[in-house]
């Protein structure tokens, strides 16, 4: 190895590193040691956790600006892992989440008093994995980094031990190991097919290979992986049919792990599925019936979200078929690829794709965050349980009300303008059917946001105790809310960062 | 190429900015008292510097007007920029926006209930409407229209009667319903070929070819008559017109009245606005279909609104509920003298004018029924605010305890059943005269709606102002006494609404004359 792979890779051990020290420092502060009485010096832990997280993310701004070592494009260590703009953007997402859930987490955390060090091991260790997820280039470096993020994120969702934890990560772990599966299956018939692991290799073997007409995806070998590898990775970006888990594992785990699950998990699946499937796209059969595909997943996706959500009367479950919907029309953005003849806009999904996560990762964060603070002070997280919100935490209910109106895709927030970008790729490849079913389904969607919006201004509570969330989560969530706001009103400069970070087109 | 003056943006923004001020100052818990005085003044403001707009508007030169060009969003599939601009068919209705938000303002002044948060909500209202009038973009057009909802969600379910929460979501479904069909729209229009603008006018000060000129005569990316669905259907949600109307009664019955006076004032007209804009300005020379082709049928519908909804406007018993029915057999107006549009194809003078004459007919409709439904709304509020019952049946002889609001619900009245020199009159014979050339069993028709009005108006009059008293089970005989006519203050908001019901009566070129100007730009 160089020493260009080693500053490729520096964020993601940074990471690594970061978890193994959270470790270290919780023995070191065990509770124990001082005569049972010094929670306080664990609170630190959260600090040295945001602080510390200022280092992956230096060497991730290091690689971008390639102050040392360089950003190419080039796969490095063996060919197995990018560290290009497109693994960096993400990587930021992933780390600016990872912090600002730890931020939003601290008086959540009392809760796990006896386990706090493994929360923040646990959340850290499953960042890392997202981190080589994003870049990985080869196959089983995908696998084990896919591997390296799902196990943590299982322990997470079982970390309150209670029934519906405990329940939330049975099913995880089974779930997960399924679609793991499912994806490894994929993967070896790909190899069978070219012989190679590495992406690139993979692309060009495929070219020399001949594509029959009238199979789909040109040769059966490429559909059955190309159907098994969206299935594995439907799983962890919880888009339907694979999405059965989805409510009941965030219902159960700990509402800031939700948060994380629902963000940054998602958006490193996106991200290597985007890889790995547009390295494909320039094979016009792939392409083709790729369209339909997704489409076809969009759509399922999107409706099954929305109409499952309007009948939701617990927020967690709510927001988990929200999110359900949501990645939905991040499918659409999938479906828009670009048939070679009409190359020119063949950026314009990925560029949709990222602008959406992004204005995403804000905005869901924002909410879950906000009701992550209220339900941890009521204990209620039925929809009533928000009501008279306004009155007892004006601050959270409007910051909540901003991110709802956001999801549901209100100008002038990010969820509008995302929505603009990202329907408009599919009208610009002629899925004009895709768009309409699309912007039904987010009217359908004003429903039930609308709904948690009118309980959180209009509903009366007896309870009027005022709600005060900590400044840490304050801030965490005004950063999302800022982020669907700013990018929504100013959306070039986002738009240019990621037309910067579009390395894999 | 850029150009910024600022005095749109400024006038657009003020209500939303006052707003925020409110919202600053809510933990140093001020008196409802200086809120709300805040809040009228910033209406009044926004008032001058609309009156300012339309005034400086110059006719001679005609085109666009106030730039205000940033660019915006740039993706690959949509790019979009900030430009705000008026025109001839913008500068009145930015006009009538101001004059209406200064008199929802001061008909507000008897709010009691979370006071900040209903003038922010109201304020927003105003920055809302008047962006859809100002934005000469269509991806921002959209933005504003779609951002009036949260604020008229938030108006009619907390401060509304009735079943407001009910009418709020009603609204709000069918709103974005119709919208959401518009957005597919924008694309399918962007994003054909030969399109790199999403600029609804020409404004040859920035080199921009409107849309209009970019999509004529090209191949569309779906079928030119699929495009103009979207964006009629949308917009024919928001008029409404039969039989998307459903939503209005509800609304409007259950709102606050300011609201009401907003809902019907303004933001109907953006609907009105939307169709002249879009449905005329593009698909006059589109390919394979155009609005022409569409005329006939939509004269048909317009005539069904007119009558159905002056015939459902009779059987009323409440007494907002029926002003909001008049308001869909009103608007069947509007979409009746747009239908004028295809007097063009004849290629004379005359089908020129008679297509310049509807459209403008139209647009007079709705500067007019703004104002005067809005008067209209205001009287039965503040009846409603004395009387505690809408309930026809149960009034009468108000005419006695309240000879104030009588006599301006009688002008209202009289204006909406078109009396001549009140400004109904001016934009119905508008609309009659230059639609029956074109379309005359839809017109003729439709001046059916006309009788109705007379009949349900009168009616309404005679059964709630006239008599000695009101009937067996009605207002008790102690509480009538009690009755009280309007306050000194009230009177504001009145007159604001009343002045421009006569002067355009009787001086109608005032507001025809910058129509016109609009009108001709869009006239291909």
């Known amino acids: 190895m160089t020493a260009q792979d080693y500053w490729a890779l520096s964020p993601v051990i940074a990471m690594a590193a970061l978890a193994l020290v959270l470790l270290s420092a919780d023995a070191l502060l065990a509770e124990r040691m001082f005569g049972g009485k010094r929670y306080g010096s664990k609170r630190a832990l959260s600090w040295i956790a945001v602080i510390g997280l200022a280092v992956p993310a230096f060497l991730a701004l290091n690689l971008w600006f390639e102050w040392f070592g360089e950003s190419t494009s080039e796969a490095v260590v063996y060919g197995t892992f990018t560290a290009d703009r497109f693994a960096l953007f993400f990587q930021f997402l992933i780390i600016g989440a990872t912090g600002v859930v730890i931020l939003a987490s601290v008086p959540y955390l009392q809760q796990f008093r006896d386990s706090l060090g493994e929360f923040f091991t646990l959340l850290l260790t499953a960042a890392a994995g997202m981190m080589l997820l994003v870049g990985a280039s080869e196959l089983i470096t995908i696998y084990v980094a896919l591997e390296t993020t799902a196990l943590p994120a299982v322990a997470l969702a079982a970390l309150r031990r209670d029934g519906f934890s405990i329940e939330a990560g049975a099913k995880f772990l089974i779930l997960s190991a399924l679609s793991t599966a499912l994806l490894l299956f994929g993967l070896v018939f790909l190899y069978g097919y070219t012989g190679a692991t590495r992406i690139d290799e993979i692309v060009a073997r495929m070219g020399a290979l001949p594509f029959e007409s009238g199979v789909p995806f040109g040769s059966l070998a490429v559909m059955l992986s190309v159907l098994l590898i969206v299935a594995g990775f439907g799983f962890k970006m919880a888009i339907a049919p694979w999405h059965m888990w989805v409510p009941d594992v965030y219902q159960g785990s700990p509402t800031p792990v939700a948060a994380f699950l629902s963000v940054a998990s998602k958006a490193s699946a996106f991200a290597v599925l985007m890889r790995l499937l547009y390295s494909f796209a320039g094979f016009d059969p792939v392409a083709q019936d790729w369209q339909i595909l997704f489409a076809l997943i969009a759509t399922a996706s999107m409706t099954v979200g929305n109409l499952m959500a309007l009948s939701q009367t617990n927020v967690k479950r709510l927001l988990a078929y929200s999110t359900i919907a949501q990645a939905g029309y991040i499918m659409v953005g999938f479906a828009a690829v670009s048939v070679a003849s009409s190359s020119d806009s063949a950026s314009a999904g990925p560029q949709s794709i990222m602008y959406y996560l992004a204005g995403y990762a804000f905005t869901n964060l924002a909410v879950f965050l906000a009701f992550a603070a209220i339900v941890h002070r009521t204990g209620n997280d039925t929809i009533a349980g928000l009501s008279g919100l306004l009155k007892r935490s004006p601050v959270l209910a409007i910051l909540m009300v901003i991110g709802l109106l956001s999801l549901l895709g209100m100008p002038p927030t990010v969820g509008f303008m995302a929505k603009a970008v990202i329907f408009s790729t599919a009208v610009d490849q002629g899925l004009i059917w895709l768009a309409v079913v699309a912007v039904v389904n987010t009217v359908v969607a004003a429903y039930y946001y609308l709904r948690v919006v009118g309980v959180i201004m209009f509903g009366e509570s007896d309870d009027a105790d005022p709600i005060k969330p900590g400044a840490g989560e304050l801030a965490a969530v005004s950063i999302g809310v800022a982020g669907a706001l700013v990018f929504g009103i100013v959306p070039w400069f986002i738009l240019e960062l990621v037309d910067k970070s579009l390395t894999i087109v | ?524």
């Open chain 2, 1 to 524: 190429m850029s150009e910024f003056n600022g005095i749109l943006t400024l006038t657009v923004f003020l209500p939303a900015l006052a707003g925020l001020v409110i919202l600053l100052v809510k933990p140093l818990q001020l008196e409802d008292r200086i809120i709300r005085w805040f809040a009228i003044v910033s209406t009044v403001v926004t008032f001058v510097l609309t009156l300012i707009v339309f005034l400086a508007y110059d006719r001679d030169a005609g085109g666009v007007q106030f730039i205000d060009h940033l660019s915006w969003l740039s993706a690959e599939t949509i790019k979009s920029s900030y430009l705000l601009g008026v025109d001839g068919l913008s500068a009145p209705l930015v006009l009538l926006t101001g004059l209406l938000g200064m008199a929802a303002a001061f008909a507000s002044r008897n709010i009691g209930l979370r006071v900040s948060e209903y003038f922010i909500w109201l304020l927003l209202l105003e920055t809302a409407v008047m962006g859809v009038f100002v934005s000469l973009d269509l991806l921002l057009f959209f933005v504003f229209f779609e951002f009036e909802v949260i604020p008229m969600f938030m108006l009619i379910s907390l401060w509304g009667s009735g079943r407001p929460r009910y009418s709020a979501m009603k609204f709000v479904l069918y709103t974005l319903a119709g919208g959401a069909f518009m957005f597919v729209g924008i694309f399918a229009v962007y994003l054909t070929g030969a399109v790199d603008t999403l600029t609804m006018v020409p404004v040859p000060e920035l080199g921009i070819v409107g849309i209009a000129d970019q999509i004529a005569g090209v191949d569309l990316i779906a079928p030119a008559s699929l495009i103009f669905a979207f964006f009629f259907v949308a917009f024919a949600v928001k008029l409404p017109i039969w039989p998307l109307h459903n939503w209005l009664p509800d609304a409007h019955t259950d709102a606050p009245t300011a609201v009401s006076v907003m809902l019907a004032g303004v933001l109907l007209k953006m609907a009105g606005y939307g169709m002249i804009r879009i449905n005329i300005g593009f698909f006059q020379e589109t390919k394979g279909f155009t609005v022409h082709d569409a005329a006939g049928i939509l004269s048909v519908i317009a005539a069904v609104s007119v009558v159905y909804g002056a015939i459902v406007t009779i059987r009323q018993t409440d007494m907002k509920r029926l002003i909001a029915y008049s308001s869909v057999s009103h608007m069947g107006f509007v979409l009746l003298g747009l239908t004028a549009i295809a007097g063009i194809q004849q290629e004379t003078e005359f089908g020129r004018d008679v297509a310049l004459g509807g459209i403008n007919g139209a647009a007079l409709q709705m500067f007019t029924h703004g104002t005067i439904t809005g008067l209209a709304f205001l009287m039965v509020g503040l009846a409603y605010d004395r009387t505690h019952t809408r309930h026809i049946p149960h009034l009468g002889g108000l005419w006695r305890r309240m000879p104030v609001i009588g006599i301006f619900f009688f002008i209202a009245g009289f204006a909406s059943l078109g009396l001549p020199a009140l400004s109904g009159f001016v934009s119905e014979i508008m609309v009659f005269l230059n639609s029956f050339p074109v379309w005359p069993w839809a017109a003729s028709i439709s001046a059916f709606g006309v009788v109705l009005a007379a009949g349900y108006v009168l009616w309404m009059i005679q059964r709630t102002f006239f008599g000695s008293k009101p009937p067996e089970g009605g207002i008790p005989d102690d509480k009538y006494e009690e009755l009280t006519d309007a306050e000194p203050l009230d009177l504001i908001p009145i007159l604001v609404l009343t002045i421009p019901i006569f002067v355009i009566g009787i001086w109608p070129k005032v507001v025809v004359d910058v129509f016109k100007i609009g009108i001709e730009g869009i006239l291909r």
